[in-house]
């Protein structure tokens, strides 16, 4: 392992005893947790709020982290560094009229000291209205996400908004073989919580959106999102039947520490069993210390209409 603080390489001015690095494909920040023994040698850097941290081990970096908390365990001091600086979580009330997505995003990313990066959606997506709600920057982007069918995370510096059709298209990043009786696996499908059809209504417009592969009568209408036309309302009705669908069928793999399994990486799954298929990752916790990772993987969905 390899770690840089503010891009200066401390790897051997301290002694890493524990490592986590935990990350998320939307709605939670990345977060690293470090072990340190000598801890005296860290305060030696006079650490302060924010300040840049990246670990790397072989192939694998945490990307740009900022630290968040520094605190005293016994002999030992525990390190939290997240992906997302501390101003994220500054709530604040703001209207947005006759924008963009892509300056919705590059806003809030300034206002984090971060960027805004689109990946699979034309960020010229006009918003005539948009409010945010005493929210951070953080959780308004991830809400807005949510009715463009995105996910959105920090990254190296930048909040990303990544669709998931788009990380659905891909090849599969790498692949899995699971037997019925493999340990360390836990699968759940829970179609019953499946909507069959979303629809968005407004004074201004409606539309719904289906999924094809959904059964029953459970069609919400969505009626206090700002959809100014039939367009708009339709986008978002995709959106967000897309993103709690693919909710509802759920693979959590527990297995030697395996750095392919990063957010939204495409993972090919065969073995002859239900599970077999195509997913994306949805989190992943990398022990790197102990060689050990948990993924939870969400199943591709193509049927959404």
């Not at 650490?47 to 081990?57: A, F, G, R, S, W």
């Not at 924008?99 to 206002?111: H, P, R, S, V, W």
């Not at 019925?180 to 699968?187: I, L, P, R």
């Not at 206090?224 to 669908?245: F, I, K, T, V």
Request: glycine share 10%.
């Amino acid at each position: 392992m390899e770690l840089s603080w503010n891009g200066i390489d401390i790897t051997d001015s301290v002694n890493i005893t524990g490592c986590v690095h935990r990350e998320s494909a939307s709605g939670k920040s990345d977060c690293l947790e470090l072990t340190l023994d000598h801890a005296s040698r860290w305060y030696g850097y006079a650490p302060e709020e924010d300040d840049e941290i990246i670990l790397t081990h072989g192939d694998y970096s945490t990307g740009k982290l900022y630290l968040n908390a520094v605190i005293p365990v016994g002999d030992q001091y525990r390190i939290l560094a997240t992906s997302v600086k501390r101003a994220a979580a500054r709530r604040a009330w703001a209207s947005y009229a006759d924008t963009t997505l892509k300056d919705i995003f590059d806003k809030c990313g300034a206002e984090c000291g971060m960027e805004g990066r689109l990946y699979g959606v034309d960020g010229r997506l006009p918003y005539p209205f948009a409010l945010r709600r005493n929210e951070g920057a953080a959780a308004f982007l991830n809400r807005i996400g949510e009715w463009e069918g995105l996910c959105v995370k920090a990254r190296n510096g930048a909040f990303l908004g990544v669709s998931v059709a788009l990380a659905q298209e891909r090849d599969a990043e790498t692949g899995l073989e699971i037997s019925a009786k493999q340990e360390g696996v836990t699968w759940r499908r829970r179609d019953n919580l499946k909507y069959t059809g979303l629809t968005i209504q407004t004074p201004w417009a409606s539309a719904t959106a289906r999924d094809a592969d959904a059964k029953g009568n459970n069609a919400p209408i969505i009626t206090c999102l700002p959809a100014m036309d039939n367009a708009q309302a339709g986008r978002w009705a995709r959106g967000l039947l897309l993103m709690h669908n693919r909710k509802t069928e759920t693979l959590t793999i527990d297995k030697g520490l395996d750095t392919s399994l990063v957010p939204l990486a495409k993972v090919e799954v065969s073995g002859g069993t239900a599970m077999s298929g195509d997913w994306l990752v949805d989190d992943a916790e990398h022990d790197i210390f102990n060689g050990r990772t948990t993924a939870n993987l969400l199943r591709v969905i193509e049927s959404v209409k």
